[in-house]
Structure formats: C-alpha cells, structure tokens
C-alpha cells in the first residue's frame, strides 16, 4: 500500500520563539508512482510524435523550416507543452538545394546569363529519450511529505499514511458547503444568524452524503449499476453516482395543483416517475408510495 519513513525536526516561531518539535513523514505510494510514470510516458510519446512532424520531407503543401532558430524555437515550445523539458534531445540538419535558371525568356544557350536560386531547410534527424534522466525522475515518483506535532502514540506512520488516504473525504465535504450549498457569502451579520445557517448547511451537506451512500451500498450488494445519470454519454453505467448526479436525476419532476375559487385543491397531479426513479427511491428504502402521497385529489369542490 506505502511504504516510507519519519525524522523528528526542531522548528520555531518568527524571532525564534515558540521552539518545538515535529514529525515529518516521507510516504511513498507505488499507486501514485504507477500513475505518475504512465502520465511521464504519455507525455514524452506526445512529445516524440509532435517533434517528428515538425520537419517533414519536402512536397506540395508541407510547410518547411527554413530558419535554424525558427526550429529550435518550436523544439522548445514543444518540449515545454508536454513538461518534458530536459528529458529528450535531437539532432538537426541544414540542407541547401541550389537550382539554376535562365535570365529571361525564351531558351537557354552557352552564353546566356544564368541566375542560382537557393532554398534552405533545416530538418530533425534525431530523436531521443534521456534515459538517465527519466530513470532518476521516476524514483522520485509517488512521494509526498507529511508534518504533524502529533506524538508516536497518538499517531503511527501507518495511521497516518491511512488518514492521508482518507482526507479527500474531509476536502469533499468543505467543497460542497462552497460549491453546491453556496456557504458563503453570507448576508447575515449577527453570530447567532451565522452560526445558525452554517448549522442548516451542514445539515444539507449531511443529506447529500448520506443519500449517496446509502444509495451505494444498495449498489454494491446487488453487484448493479444505473444507466442514464451522465447526460453526456447517456451509454454509461455507474455503481458510483453522486448526490448531485442522484437529484439530477429527479429535476424533471413537477407537482400540478389546481385550486377552486375560495382557494381549495380540487386536483393535484405529479409527473409520473420513471423506471430510474422508482429504482433510486427503492434503493434508498423511500419506495414509490412515499411519492404518490403528494398527489392527493381533494374531497369535494
């Protein structure tokens, strides 16, 4: 799963004040580092094709390097794009096709003038990878640094490494609180109002995580999965959705009330649930009926 080591450390405040000790834990992840040196791969194969389509071999339409830093120029920016700077090296060449005419018109003779044309090109004839280099890049792969003040028998490096695994789900429920509960900005001033929405906000955070994982574990036990909750390939089935995704799901739902003069319902319809819906309801253990409740025709008009 990691493997890694810790060292102890003495940091203090500014001026030198505050003066303590901390743990660092160095953790290497051969996940990570598996994820890392594909992407490195991917980028340098990116890297090669572009290079070698930057100098073709002359023909109708075939754009040439005519400029020996016009070359190096785009070799740069090449390299840069795919942030292998470094890591591959080629070689270049100039090459000069000289053609002679004939001043004028007409045919040629002995004692005509004769004027050389000259075109330069300059064209890669070497790619390749610096394998020293990327060797010692991808040791490098998959480490990351921890610090906590924590003491050894309160945090192991193994409890640690399993918290840092974990933290995603912390960081996802302050994302949403920012981006789907919107908690700020908040247009109250005084504490108890700020404290109060900030508890309603939670609350709805809660309803979210709870929905979708009550929804996933149904999934997981029954080995299914759901179709239609990714608009953009509506082929796609997920054992995984989202809260977000789940109510999406739900967004073409209306209820329908018309009422009589002094303000009685008289008809309440509901868009009917589809067979997505009613699988989701279920799953969360609300069930179809819990639904059809809200479309209550009233007695009388």
């Known amino acids: ?17 505050g003066e303590g000790r901390e743990r660092v834990f160095v ?19 990116h890297a090669e094709t572009q290079l070698a389509v930057l100098t073709p071999p002359r023909g109708r339409g075939k754009r040439q ?3 020996e830093a016009t070359l190096v120029e785009a070799i740069d920016r090449v390299l840069t794009a795919h942030r292998v700077d470094g890591l591959l090296s080629g070689a270049w060449a100039k090459q000069v096709e000289q053609t002679t005419q004939y001043v004028g018109r007409g045919r040629g003779s002995v004692h ?7 075109k330069t090109r300059s064209h890669i004839t070497h790619i390749a990878r610096q394998e020293d280099i990327i060797t010692a890049r991808r040791q490098r792969f998959g480490w990351k640094a921890f610090v906590t003040n924590a003491g050894h ?20 429920l302050f994302n949403r609180l920012k ?9 109250v001033k005084l504490n108890e109002h700020i404290e109060g929405l900030t508890y309603l906000l939670t609350l709805g955070v809660r309803v979210l995580t ?12 029954a080995q299914a999965r759901l179709p239609s909750l990714h608009p953009e390939n509506k082929q796609k089935l997920t054992d995984k959705p989202t809260a977000e995704r789940i109510l999406k799901a739900f967004s073409d739902i209306s209820l329908t009330i018309i009422k009589n003069a002094v303000g009685e319902d008289i008809l309440r319809r509901l868009t009917p649930l589809s067979r997505l819906q009613e699988d989701i309801l279920q799953r969360l253990g609300l069930g179809a009926t819990l639904y059809g409740q809200l479309e209550i025709q009233a007695i009388g008009t």
Do not use: W
């Open 65 to 67: 390097m005519t400029d």
């Open 1 to 17: 799963m990691a493997e890694g080591y810790e060292v102890e450390r003495t940091c203090c405040g500014l001026g030198g004040e």
């Open 179 to 187: 981006s789907r509960v919107h908690i700020a900005p908040l247009f």
């Open 153 to 172: 028998t309160r945090l192991s490096l193994q409890d640690a490494v399993l918290g840092s695994r974990n933290a995603y789900r912390v960081e996802r």
């Open 210 to 221: 709870v929905t979708e994982f009550v929804l996933r574990r149904s999934l997981e036990t």
């Open 27 to 45: 953790v290497r992840s051969p996940m990570h580092a598996n994820h890392q040196a594909a992407g490195l791969e991917k980028r340098l194969h």
């Open 112 to 118: 005509r003038e004769k004027r050389v044309s000259q």
